[in-house]
């Protein structure tokens, strides 16, 4: 792991080194779509405005106007997407959807097609797509990107500006697919990766997104449930709206994405009661040994702290190293990488990555 200039990446979003191609990789040049939400909408236009080919497709075809107006080739039938035989298939649809979506793509997915996801569980999609007989080309993927809204006039290229994918990969995961998929995210997209296994992620995701949603709506159901709400509500101000603010995303939405990683869920919040409650009890009890647990409960945090203090101070410098990715070991590799905070920015050959020290506490 030696350390290298960044000299790859322009003010405008783009790229001013070599394609993958001339760099001995796979390219992801067509790609196909399916289901134009805020996520699949998003990147579908964020590909086409980077000079991707893009062909989609929505379970209902209200966005196809303004998806054509844009660039994007939409088709009838989700079939019709697994004929053209892209570079890479996306499902962009709830994961309810998922098991039907694949049924109908999978008699006629080409084989040069490697199929991967959006979903923001990894171990549920995975157990999906080997019951339909397509574990052999799949690799799975979750953007780190969202927002409250859904639907495609929410939808915006911009929603991917700087944004981290976790990349999900098993034993059996082909490299060459790896990197198909590695190309649209990082070229194609102009994002960052890290590579997990499904486990590592689903317990991950549980702690920064799925557990908060829970959390979240707790407090908003606090408020709805308080005699005085009404002045509360009139006192509420930055705090109350940062902590809310994933409150506001349609329920059933929220509720169908913490059911599916339940089990994981489920631990943390158990976990997180037992601290509050213990918390409750230092604020209860009083006495010296209550103030010593109590500064113990808000220092705890300070590493976290510190890191966000680092990254409002705008003098960050993300340090690149070059990681070398060997031919059996390549996934430990790459899951070591992520564990060190680091972030795969591109691929300067077949077992070169280059990544950027990003989220080390």
Known sequence: MTNVANDTNTSDGGVNHVNAGDRGLPEANVIAVAGLGLIGGSLARRLVARGRKVIAWNHRPHPYGQARAAGINCVERIEDLALAKPDVLVLCTPLKAMPQALASIAPVLDPHTTLTDVGSVKGQVRDEVEAAGLGACYVGAHPMAGSEFSGYDASSPDLYDDALWAVTVDADTDYERFLTVADMICE????????????????????????????????????????????????????????????????????????????????????????????????????????????????????????????????VVHDEVRLSLGEGTWREDLLASAKRGEHVIRFDGRRTAVAQVRTAL
């Open 188 to 315: 194609g997209v102009g994002d960052r990766i890290i590579v997990l296994d499904d486990e590592t992620h689903d317990q991950a995701a549980a702690m920064i997104s799925h557990m908060p949603h829970v959390v979240s709506t707790a407090l908003a159901n606090e408020l709805t449930d308080m005699p005085a709400r009404n002045i509360a509500q009139a006192l509420a101000a930055g705090c109350w709206r940062d902590m809310t603010r994933v409150a506001l995303t349609d329920p059933d939405r929220t509720r169908a994405m913490v059911e599916e990683d339940a089990a994981n869920v489920a631990e943390l919040l158990r976990h997180m009661s037992r601290r509050l409650s213990d918390m409750a009890g230092l604020l209860e009890s009083g006495g010296d040994a209550a103030a010593s647990g109590i500064r113990g409960f808000f220092s705890t945090a300070q590493p976290y702290r510190d890191f966000k203090a680092r990254q409002r101070s705008g003098d």
